[in-house]
């Protein structure tokens, strides 16, 4: 099968096509026909050397694809009703830059009715990320206000939508007045030019004094210290990465005083056990959503995985290079094929 490997640590030119053997499926897994493959950050961190593939993962970067089953654990897919054929999206601890890849069963979603290839391969890493982080790490309920740091980005759209579909408030922080747009377009409630506006300021503004009461944060590093003083009584921040570095000062009277909580994850070394109750959930909530529109993919750019131009060796290094250039609003998806 062809792939993209990670030739060595460095900048995108370092995705180069190749080829492997087709893996094998073992108990509780399928091997999936892959036609499209997510690209995420964390892939990012994984091609700089920033992010350990955890034991027993392919080495191979890539944590989500849409595909067909080509085969797998009869009575894992009976459990999970699908069978050979399905078209499905799934999420994946590596290996997802190739043809074919291998999944647990209950990491895998059928394709939501009306979806592209392109579009469910967008969808496992960021839903899974958002419901587990939003919904069962911050408790979001109907009513409350949610702040996501970095609203145009792959998860940050997801969460936009899916948090609205909740009967959430949402306020965002974008880099420009463009992006800002992008994620009010999106169903955003409000959204803050964090270049030109305290973001922590201002959501303190639009609730009236109140704070928010749930912070999806990318950022951590200082940002910590102003989304403490931004939240409500008995707020939730969830930080889920640490682009902004992973040293944090902030008042922790405030969090005495007004109950806060402060928590996180890394969703990829987490069990198949886990995955599969995220599964569940999305296929039972989110899924009817994408099915009539509520909620909907936002796609960026597609790049055809192994091919050359623009002076780099893959198409997988040129999507690497726009995500890292920070311009794009959505997602970025290879294709195979």
């Given at each position: 099968?062809?792939?993209?490997?990670?030739?060595?640590?460095?900048?995108?030119?370092?995705?180069?096509?190749?080829?492997?053997?087709?893996?094998?499926?073992?108990?509780?897994?399928?091997?999936?026909?892959?036609?499209?493959?997510?690209?995420?950050?964390?892939?990012?961190?994984?091609?700089?050397?920033?992010?350990?593939?955890?034991?027993?993962?392919?080495?191979?970067?890539?944590?989500?694809?849409?595909?067909?089953?080509?085969?797998?654990?009869?009575a894992a897919l009976a459990a999970a009703s699908l069978?050979?054929?399905?078209?499905?999206?799934?999420?994946?601890?590596?290996?997802?830059?190739?043809?074919?890849?291998?999944?647990?069963?209950?990491?895998?979603?059928?394709?939501?009715?009306?979806?592209?290839?392109?579009?469910?391969?967008?969808?496992?890493?960021?839903?899974?990320?958002?419901?587990?982080?939003?919904?069962?790490?911050?408790?979001?309920?109907?009513?409350?206000?949610?702040?996501?740091?970095?609203?145009?980005?792959?998860?940050?759209?997801?969460?936009?939508?899916?948090?609205?579909?909740?009967?959430?408030?949402?306020?965002?922080?974008?880099?420009?007045?463009?992006?800002?747009?992008?994620?009010?377009?999106?169903?955003?409630?409000?959204?803050?030019?964090?270049?030109?506006?305290?973001?922590?300021?201002?959501?303190?503004?639009?609730?009236?004094?109140?704070?928010?009461?749930?912070?999806?944060?990318?950022?951590?590093?200082?940002?910590?210290?102003?989304?403490?003083?931004?939240?409500?009584?008995?707020?939730?921040?969830?930080?889920?990465?640490?682009?902004?570095?992973?040293?944090?000062?902030?008042?922790?009277?405030?969090?005495?005083?007004?109950?806060?909580?402060?928590?996180?994850?890394?969703?990829?070394?987490?069990?198949?056990?886990?995955?599969?109750?995220?599964?569940?959930?999305?296929?039972?909530?989110?899924?009817?959503?994408?099915?009539?529109?509520?909620?909907?993919?936002?796609?960026?750019?597609?790049?055809?995985?192994?091919?050359?131009?623009?002076?780099?060796?893959?198409?997988?290094?040129?999507?690497?290079?726009?995500?890292?250039?920070?311009?794009?609003?959505?997602?970025?998806?290879?294709?195979?094929?």
């Amino acid at each position: 099968m062809k792939c993209i490997e990670i030739r060595e640590y460095g900048a995108p030119e370092v995705l180069v096509p190749a080829e492997r053997p087709i893996p094998v499926a073992g108990a509780g897994e399928v091997l999936i026909r892959v036609s499209t493959s997510g690209v995420n950050r964390p892939d990012v961190l994984q091609r700089t050397g920033n992010y350990p593939v955890p034991p027993g993962a392919s080495d191979l970067p890539g944590l989500e694809v849409a595909g067909v089953i080509e085969s797998g654990d009869a009575a894992a897919l009976a459990a999970a009703s699908l069978k050979v054929g399905d078209r499905v999206c799934a999420l994946v601890a590596g290996g997802g830059y190739a043809e074919y890849c291998v999944a647990p069963v209950a990491q895998c979603l059928p394709v939501p009715r009306g979806l592209s290839d392109v579009e469910a391969a967008s969808l496992p890493e960021t839903f899974f990320t958002v419901w587990s982080n939003v919904f069962d790490r911050g408790r979001l309920q109907p009513g409350e206000t949610l702040l996501v740091q970095g609203g145009t980005s792959g998860i940050g759209v997801t969460a936009i939508q899916m948090a609205r579909a909740a009967g959430a408030t949402v306020i965002v922080t974008a880099g420009s007045d463009e992006k800002c747009a992008a994620a009010l377009a999106l169903g955003a409630h409000h959204a803050i030019n964090y270049k030109a506006t305290d973001f922590a300021d201002e959501a303190r503004k639009l609730t009236d004094g109140k704070g928010v009461d749930v912070i999806l944060d990318m950022v951590a590093g200082d940002y910590v210290k102003r989304e403490v003083e931004c939240l409500a009584e008995d707020g939730r921040l969830v930080i889920i990465a640490v682009q902004g570095g992973v040293q944090s000062g902030f008042n922790a009277g405030l969090v005495l005083r007004r109950r806060l909580t402060i928590t996180g994850s890394t969703l990829r070394p987490r069990p198949v056990a886990f995955k599969g109750a995220i599964a569940q959930a999305l296929r039972a909530r989110v899924w009817p959503w994408l099915e009539d529109g509520t909620v909907r993919p936002v796609i960026h750019s597609v790049f055809a995985a192994a091919d050359a131009g623009d002076g780099l060796p893959s198409g997988a290094a040129r999507a690497h290079a726009l995500m890292q250039s920070n311009q794009h609003i959505g997602k970025i998806v290879l294709t195979w094929g």
